[in-house]
């Protein structure tokens, strides 16, 4: 068996779920090509804030392009073990709808869905729409996106269960760092709008490496800050990861 295949059988072996991937922007710079691609990941993950722990965490991520719409759903899962307790779940699943109707302007309208019993997080859905703005674009090169949505979120916590509605401001930057290597970095910042004091906040820095043309090296950091936590979480959790990905 190659590597390739090899790399498959495990990748698809590690993967509770079928789809997977924390970013909701493809890793590459230039557009998709038109129809239908995706990949398949799966990395060692280490926690630092609610949780200490090393675990692998799996996913993957299908996108489809036709001309200037990208369909995507991408997400990921963690079985996480904390000392004697039983392993705790993390997951998270995202739909993406992007129509660059006119050069740098784009609509976009997604739908999320997340558990995280490390942060008493039962479950929370997001449904939200807004524009997406190509703030700087060279081909080959670089990509900067600036993304301003609203968004409906329903939330449900160990003790309540609430729903309102957040903000969602969203910085995409992606460079060209070598011939086989790229820089990407995501930010989100969601206020919640009826009190500018309770809001999140998401990154990713992912450095992506060509091993082969469909297989990849990631080693990135993914940060979560939440500014009104449930009682005795952490206010913010860490992600370090080191993950290969395969690309088809």
């Given at each position: 068996m190659?590597?390739?295949?090899?790399?498959?059988v495990l990748?698809?072996a590690c993967?509770p779920?079928l789809f997977a991937?924390?970013t909701i922007?493809?890793?590459?710079?230039?557009?998709?090509?038109?129809?239908?691609s995706?990949?398949?990941e799966?990395?060692?993950?280490?926690y630092?804030g609610n949780?200490s722990?090393?675990t692998?965490s799996?996913g993957?991520?299908?996108d489809?392009?036709a001309?200037?719409?990208?369909?995507?759903?991408?997400g990921?899962?963690?079985?996480?073990?904390?000392?004697?307790?039983?392993?705790?779940h993390q997951s998270w699943i995202d739909?993406?709808?992007v129509?660059?109707?006119?050069h740098?302007?784009a609509?976009?309208?997604?739908?999320n869905y997340?558990?995280?019993?490390?942060?008493?997080?039962?479950?929370r859905?997001?449904?939200?729409?807004?524009?997406r703005?190509t703030?700087?674009?060279?081909?080959d090169?670089?990509?900067?996106?600036?993304?301003?949505?609203?968004?409906h979120e329903w939330?449900a916590?160990?003790?309540?269960?609430q729903d309102?509605?957040?903000?969602?401001?969203?910085?995409?930057y992606?460079?060209?760092?070598s011939p086989?290597a790229?820089?990407?970095?995501?930010?989100r910042?969601q206020?919640?709008?009826?009190?500018?004091?309770?809001?999140?906040?998401?990154?990713d820095?992912?450095?992506d490496?060509n091993?082969?043309?469909s297989?990849?090296?990631n080693?990135?950091i993914r940060n979560e800050?939440?500014?009104?936590p449930?009682a005795f979480i952490?206010?913010?959790?860490?992600?370090?990861?080191?993950g290969?990905?395969?690309?088809?």
């Amino acid at each position: 068996m190659n590597l390739k295949n090899t790399l498959t059988v495990l990748l698809l072996a590690c993967a509770p779920s079928l789809f997977a991937l924390e970013t909701i922007d493809p890793a590459q710079i230039n557009p998709l090509p038109a129809g239908g691609s995706g990949n398949l990941e799966a990395s060692l993950s280490g926690y630092s804030g609610n949780s200490s722990e090393n675990t692998l965490s799996s996913g993957g991520r299908l996108d489809y392009q036709a001309n200037t719409t990208l369909m995507s759903l991408s997400g990921d899962y963690t079985r996480i073990r904390t000392g004697a307790s039983q392993p705790v779940h993390q997951s998270w699943i995202d739909g993406h709808y992007v129509d660059e109707f006119r050069h740098g302007l784009a609509a976009e309208a997604f739908l999320n869905y997340q558990e995280d019993l490390l942060r008493s997080l039962a479950n929370r859905t997001q449904v939200g729409a807004g524009a997406r703005f190509t703030l700087d674009y060279e081909q080959d090169l670089r990509a900067l996106y600036l993304n301003i949505d609203g968004l409906h979120e329903w939330q449900a916590q160990r003790f309540e269960s609430q729903d309102y509605w957040r903000g969602n401001l969203g910085l995409t930057y992606k460079r060209q760092i070598s011939p086989q290597a790229r820089f990407i970095a995501d930010l989100r910042y969601q206020p919640k709008l009826s009190d500018w004091n309770n809001y999140n906040v998401f990154d990713d820095l992912v450095i992506d490496v060509n091993i082969t043309h469909s297989l990849s090296l990631n080693v990135g950091i993914r940060n979560e800050y939440d500014n009104t936590p449930p009682a005795f979480i952490h206010h913010n959790d860490t992600v370090y990861e080191t993950g290969v990905r395969l690309q088809f």
